[in-house]
Nanobody, 124 residues
Framework: QVQLVESGGGLVQAGGSLRLACAAS????????MGWYRQAPGKQRELVVT???????NYLDSVKGRFTISRNTTKNTVYLQMNSLKPEDTAVYYC??????????????????WGQGTQVTVSS
């Protein structure tokens, strides 16, 4: 019912910037929370940042001051601006969303929706 499509990953040198985007599509009634996780080789997936429906944010400590999440609610899209990138930011970045979708006049919660992932590689 809900699809998340990411874009914007790539290869960048340390100190550089990248901007990721994630667009949610489907019969979306509301987006309750949306955000980014990442998983580096051999490591567990970790939360990078989330933004709630009200706009409150929660950042991983190591990205505070460098990464910024923003959103376009009319497009059901979130962006992750990543500045001052470090080699340790190298990972596959996944978009995540908890949404409410509709079918006819009924609404349903759809939790734990994931994008396909986009690779971010920061060279030293």
């Amino acid at each position: 019912q809900v699809q998340l499509v990411e874009s914007g990953g790539g290869l960048v040198q340390a100190g550089g910037s990248l901007r990721l985007a994630c667009a949610a599509s489907g019969h979306i009634y509301s987006i309750n929370a949306m955000g980014w996780y990442r998983q580096a080789p051999g490591k567990q997936r970790e939360l990078v940042v989330t933004i709630s429906g009200s706009g409150s944010t929660n950042y991983l400590d190591s990205v505070k001051g460098r990464f910024t999440i923003s959103r376009n609610t009319t497009k059901n899209t979130v962006y992750l601006q990543m500045n001052s990138l470090k080699p340790e930011d190298t990972a596959v970045y996944y978009c995540h969303a908890d949404v409410t979708y509709y079918v006819g006049s009924n609404t349903y919660d759809s939790l734990d929706n994931w994008g396909q992932g986009t690779q971010v590689t920061v060279s030293s």
